[in-house]
């Protein structure tokens, strides 16, 4: 599927405590040819979430991404920032009927992962169960438009 002209561009970012689950997300998610922007940071740096998780989520917004995957140590910060930039619903998850049901019943764009929570085969499958979920419109799609 590499160099599929109309894959997902996905945006992956964490903070320090999201490092090393970033990279194994983000070296998945382009052997299975998604379009992927790593957002960072580099190796070693300590950084605060909210300045990575606002980046990422402001380009989920304006459609530069189609998709944003968020890491920190739970997951959280990085989904009370994202879900503070206007249009973005960013969910937290650590099982895969979750990561599912964001897409499927909240069209959730941003997916927010702790690796002090999961490892990284459940993260992996969050991903994926994420990513191969459809927004399923109809009543979700009104109660998503009352959120906002
Ligand atoms: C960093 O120690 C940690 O607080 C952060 O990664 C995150 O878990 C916050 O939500």
Not at 3 to 13: N, Q, R, Y
Not at 100 to 114: F, I, K, S, Y
């Amino acid at each position: 599927m590499s160099g599929v002209p109309d894959a997902l561009k996905i945006a992956i970012s964490s903070d320090h405590a999201g490092n090393v689950l970033r990279g194994v997300i983000r070296d998945w998610l382009v052997e299975e040819g998604y379009a992927v922007t790593d957002l960072g940071p580099g190796p070693g740096e300590s950084v605060d979430y909210p300045d990575r998780a606002r980046p990422l989520a402001e380009g989920v917004a304006s459609g530069r991404f189609d998709r944003g995957v968020l890491i920190c140590g739970t997951g959280q910060g990085m989904a009370m920032t994202a879900n503070r930039v206007p249009g973005v619903r960013a969910a937290v998850v650590a099982d895969t009927f979750s990561a599912r049901m964001a897409m499927a019943h909240n069209d959730a764009r941003v997916l927010c992962l702790g690796e002090r929570v999961v490892g990284a085969g459940v993260a992996l499958d969050c991903v994926e169960a994420w990513l191969n979920a459809e927004f399923e419109g109809g009543r979700h799609a009104r109660r998503v438009e009352k959120i906002g």
